[in-house]
T-cell receptor, first 113, second 117 residues
Framework: GNSVTQMEGPVTLSEEAFLTINCTYT??????LFWYVQYPGEGLQLLLK?????DKGSNKGFEATYRKETTSFHLEKGSVQVSDSAVYFC????????????FGPGTRLSVLP | EAQVTQNPRYLITVTGKKLTVTCSQN?????MSWYRQDPGLGLRQIYY???????DKGDVPEGYKVSRKEKRNFPLILESPSPNQTSLYFC????????????????FGPGTRLTVL
């Protein structure tokens, strides 16, 4: 079946450190891939997305590249800020299934000043 | 302001007492969806609706009902809640449920935290 696996959290970093959150997926066909961010007490917000192999999504200094050969979509940021503290969800959307998303379990990031 | 609203935001109830969580969007979106969020499991889709009077089951529909009589509203109904339905619930909407387009982003509501005793 379709599934998304993320690295276990929580992840704690100092400000300006480099961030990587690993995400791998299992899916039939060629899904679209997403990263969502959830700030405390809020709903999810779309951070970035990629719809085909080798696409790179980017937003607010975050990047992720759709790697079909390794079925991965790792999230990276070169220099994190305290305001990046949140829970990050990797997700896929199955083709021809509308907006039927499959989410990973989420990774909590804490950035210390 | 474009938004998805949910009510109530917090609810504590007892086993078997019927409840409804409302969801409304003001963006004229065709597609709406309900998710539950549980620790270690991420978000799992309960039901979705491609348009008025068109609903379908997601991955975890058991124990839930939905209706879509109007475009803007998509209530989630628990006819006989049980403790395993204690969770954080999110409603979401998007322009439509099919097209890969830059503006077809899924917007989430603020969440409803439900506790069933």
């Amino acid at each position: 079946g379709n599934s998304v696996t993320q690295m276990e959290g929580p992840v704690t970093l100092s400000e300006e450190a480099f961030l990587t959150i690993n995400c791998t997926y299992t899916a039939t066909g060629y899904p679209s891939l997403f990263w969502y961010v959830q700030y405390p007490g809020e709903g999810l917000q779309l951070l970035l997305k990629a719809t085909k192999a080798d696409d790179k999504g980017s937003n607010k200094g975050f990047e992720a590249t759709y790697r079909k050969e390794t079925t991965s979509f790792h999230l990276e940021k070169g220099s994190v800020q305290v305001s990046d503290s949140a829970v990050y969800f990797c997700a896929l959307r199955r083709r021809n299934y509308g907006q039927n998303f499959v989410f990973g379990p989420g990774t909590r990031l804490s950035v210390l000043p | 302001e474009a938004q998805v609203t949910q009510n109530p935001r917090y609810l504590i109830t007892v086993t078997g007492k019927k409840l409804t969580v409302t969801c409304s969007q003001n963006m004229n979106h065709e597609y709406m969806s309900w998710y539950r969020q549980d620790p270690g499991l991420g978000l799992r889709q309960i039901y979705y609706s491609m348009n008025v009077e068109v609903t379908d089951k997601g991955d975890v529909p058991e124990g839930y009902k939905v209706s879509r009589k109007e475009k803007r509203n998509f209530p989630l109904i628990l006819e006989s809640p049980s403790p395993n339905q204690t969770s954080l619930y999110f409603c979401a909407s998007s322009l439509d449920g099919v097209r890969e387009r830059r503006d077809n982003e899924q917007f989430f509501g603020p969440g409803t935290r439900l506790t069933v005793l």
